[in-house]
T-cell receptor, first 111, second 115 residues
Framework: RKEVEQDPGPFNVPEGATVAFNCTYSNSASQSFFWYRQDCRKEPKLLMSVYSSGNEDGRFTAQLNRASQYISLLIRDSKLSDSATYLCVVIGSGNTGKLIFGQGTTLQVKP | GAGVSQTPSNKVTEKGKYVELRCDPISGHTALYWYRQSLGQGPEFLIYFQGTGAADDSGLPNDRFFAVRPEGSVSTLKIQRTERGDSAVYLC?????????????FGNGTRLTVT
């Protein structure tokens, strides 16, 4: 089983739609979680950190459910420019700082 | 300021050859990571440096892969006897301290093709 699992999609949604991605992780000792965004043939970039209390940044909301070991990302009022791959990221055990990436979920927002 | 720089951006080599991939991290960043990414997959961890030392090399797939960071800045990933399965985008990232609270900044990657 992979340490971080995501549904690869693709998710095809119309502009203005609300879309949610989930991600599960296997290591219950994991402490830090992130969502990264990756555009086609570009490098991944940090989108937002995920906190236990949940956090919101504009149209984006990230939540963590430790009991069920899953992380979610909600995008409201989606824009064409939101089209990208969204990578769920967990800091690995052992406090070495290595980030473990999920496979990524591809979002395509259509006019 | 300058971001993470990786060279070359593309490398085509024949099976069995030796290759070196270079990473120039952001100045002052103590942590440096190498990942590789195959099509349709997320980045796969290879090795993490804290300063000059490899703090975690558990992701290196076998002994054909080796990385160094002799002066705590530039790093080189070395692959011996390349195989077609080594074809991927090799991503380097740096962060100020490493660990949580210190986001990674990725370079554009080196696209390696082994023919």
């Amino acid at each position: 089983r992979k340490e971080v699992e995501q549904d690869p999609g693709p998710f095809n949604v119309p502009e203005g739609a609300t879309v949610a991605f989930n991600c599960t992780y296997s290591n219950s000792a994991s402490q830090s979680f992130f969502w990264y965004r990756q555009d086609c043939r570009k490098e991944p970039k940090l989108l937002m950190s995920v906190y236990s209390s949940g956090n919101e940044d504009g149209r984006f909301t990230a939540q963590l459910n430790r009991a069920s070991q899953y992380i979610s990302l909600l995008i409201r009022d989606s824009k064409l420019s939101d089209s990208a791959t969204y990578l769920c990221v967990v800091i690995g055990s052992g406090n070495t700082g290595k980030l473990i990436f999920g496979q990524g979920t591809t979002l395509q927002v259509k006019p | 300021g300058a971001g993470v720089s990786q060279t070359p951006s593309n490398k085509v080599t024949e099976k069995g050859k030796y290759v070196e991939l270079r990473c120039d991290p952001i100045s002052g960043h103590t942590a440096l990571y190498w990942y590789r990414q195959s099509l349709g997959q997320g980045p796969e961890f290879l090795i993490y440096f804290q300063g000059t030392g490899a703090a975690d090399d558990s992701g290196l797939p076998n002994d054909r892969f080796f990385a160094v960071r002799p002066e705590g800045s530039v790093s080189t990933l070395k692959i011996q006897r390349t195989e077609r399965g080594d074809s991927a985008v090799y991503l380097c990232a740096s962060s100020l301290f490493g660990g949580e609270g210190s986001p990674l900044h990725f370079g554009n990657g080196t696209r390696l093709t082994v023919t």
